[in-house]
């Protein structure tokens, strides 16, 4: 994508985000990018992902609804009890459709930043995870681990974090969406499977 194009999203962005998701995102965008350089991916790519995945984040519950009816996308049942867990679908239909993105890996990695999934692409992980620890994120525990571990070893830094996920959910009495399960599960079976 021509920088002029960048430009434009994040203009757009800036305007569709308030102040703090915006850099958020940056942040997100930054991170990814420093962890394709690191795991040899396309670095601009990791960029626009990263800018794009919280795209729906500021719109209201009733927009987002409205948005999938519209649009045809499908609202499971956790989803129509969390509209919240949405900005994820609707995000990645946005950056197809409004932002013009056409590459899939990069929808797909707006559309499962939140739950993951199990197999996901590398990109898929680098903004799963750029989007826990990016530079302003302070809340869970074990940033300091995940932030050295991740440029170790990306598969067990994505454990860390979706097993303190599981556990902050848990806590806090939030209705846990079956997919972030599914994702924990896949990684800690194939770290069985690795490790015997
Ligand atoms: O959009 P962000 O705040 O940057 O981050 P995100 O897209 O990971 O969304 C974070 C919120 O999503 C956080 O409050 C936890 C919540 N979340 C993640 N998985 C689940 C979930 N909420 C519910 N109810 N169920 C889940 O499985
Ligand atoms: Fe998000
Ligand atoms: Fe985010």
């Given at each position: 994508?021509?920088?002029?194009?960048?430009?434009?999203?994040?203009?757009?962005?800036?305007?569709?985000?308030?102040?703090?998701?915006?850099?958020?995102?940056?942040?997100?965008a930054y991170t990814a990018a420093a962890l394709a350089m690191r795991y040899?991916?396309?670095?601009?790519?990791?960029?626009?992902?990263?800018?794009?995945?919280?795209?729906?984040?500021?719109?209201?519950?009733?927009?987002?609804?409205?948005?999938?009816?519209?649009?045809?996308?499908?609202?499971?049942?956790?989803?129509?009890?969390?509209?919240?867990?949405?900005?994820?679908?609707?995000?990645?239909?946005?950056?197809?459709?409004?932002?013009?993105?056409?590459?899939?890996?990069?929808?797909?990695?707006?559309?499962?930043?939140?739950?993951?999934?199990?197999?996901?692409?590398?990109?898929?992980?680098?903004?799963?995870?750029?989007?826990?620890?990016?530079?302003?994120?302070?809340?869970?525990?074990?940033?300091?681990?995940?932030?050295?571990?991740?440029?170790?070893?990306?598969?067990?830094?994505?454990?860390?974090?979706?097993?303190?996920?599981?556990?902050?959910?848990?806590?806090?009495?939030?209705?846990?969406?079956?997919?972030?399960?599914?994702?924990?599960?896949?990684?800690?079976?194939?770290?069985?499977?690795?490790?015997?």
């Amino acid at each position: 994508m021509a920088k002029s194009e960048i430009q434009k999203i994040r203009k757009e962005l800036a305007k569709q985000l308030d102040s703090k998701r915006y850099e958020h995102t940056l942040g997100v965008a930054y991170t990814a990018a420093a962890l394709a350089m690191r795991y040899d991916y396309d670095i601009m790519k990791a960029f626009e992902a990263g800018l794009l995945h919280d795209c729906a984040k500021c719109m209201t519950h009733e927009e987002r609804l409205n948005y999938c009816k519209k649009n045809n996308l499908e609202v499971t049942e956790i989803e129509k009890k969390n509209p919240s867990l949405l900005h994820a679908k609707v995000g990645a239909d946005l950056s197809n459709r409004k932002y013009g993105i056409i590459d899939e890996d990069i929808c797909n990695a707006v559309r499962f930043h939140t739950t993951g999934r199990p197999d996901m692409t590398l990109l898929e992980k680098i903004i799963f995870i750029a989007d826990y620890l990016e530079p302003h994120r302070c809340e869970a525990e074990d940033l300091p681990i995940v932030r050295k571990q991740v440029f170790v070893d990306i598969d067990s830094a994505l454990r860390t974090i979706l097993s303190d996920t599981l556990v902050f959910l848990e806590k806090s009495g939030n209705e846990i969406d079956p997919m972030t399960v599914k994702t924990y599960e896949y990684y800690i079976n194939q770290e069985r499977q690795v490790t015997g």
